[in-house]
Nanobody, 123 residues
Framework: QVQLAESGGGLVETGGSLRLSCAAS????????VAWFRQAPGKGREFVAFITWSGSNTIYADSVKGRFTISRDNAKNTAYLQMSTLKTEDTAVYYCAARYMAVATNKNQYPYWGQGTQVTVSS
């Protein structure tokens, strides 16, 4: 089992920045790839960003490419999502998810999830 806990959400104005954190506990964090997903009110959960277990490769949704950066610090068992140039359409609950050593951007491929953190971007 891997337990995940997100933090860092909040209210920010358009154009602002936030950094989300995903703290992991349980199994060996370095064996797990991590992804961020988000869910806006009335919409499905969508992929945002992915990072491999080693941190050597990343994948981004087109909607956030160039604005968001995913990273991880395996010594701290934590993954991050740095969000910049935020837009109102980025408003959502953001979730981190983990799965064992695989490249995946489909939410159905992730067995471990955090509880989510709310990000609200105001105009």
């Amino acid at each position: 089992q891997v337990q995940l806990a997100e933090s860092g959400g909040g209210l920010v104005e358009t154009g602002g920045s936030l950094r989300l954190s995903c703290a992991a506990s349980g199994r060996t964090f370095t064996d797990y790839s991590v992804a961020w997903f988000r869910q806006a009110p009335g919409k499905g959960r969508e992929f945002v960003a992915f990072i491999t277990w080693s941190g050597s490769n990343t994948i981004y949704a087109d909607s956030v490419k160039g604005r968001f950066t995913i990273s991880r610090d395996n010594a701290k068992n934590t993954a991050y999502l740095q969000m910049s140039t935020l837009k109102t359409e980025d408003t959502a609950v953001y979730y981190c998810a983990a799965r064992y050593m695989a490249v995946a951007t489909n939410k159905n491929q992730y067995p471990y999830w955090g509880q989510g953190t709310q990000v609200t971007v105001s105009s």
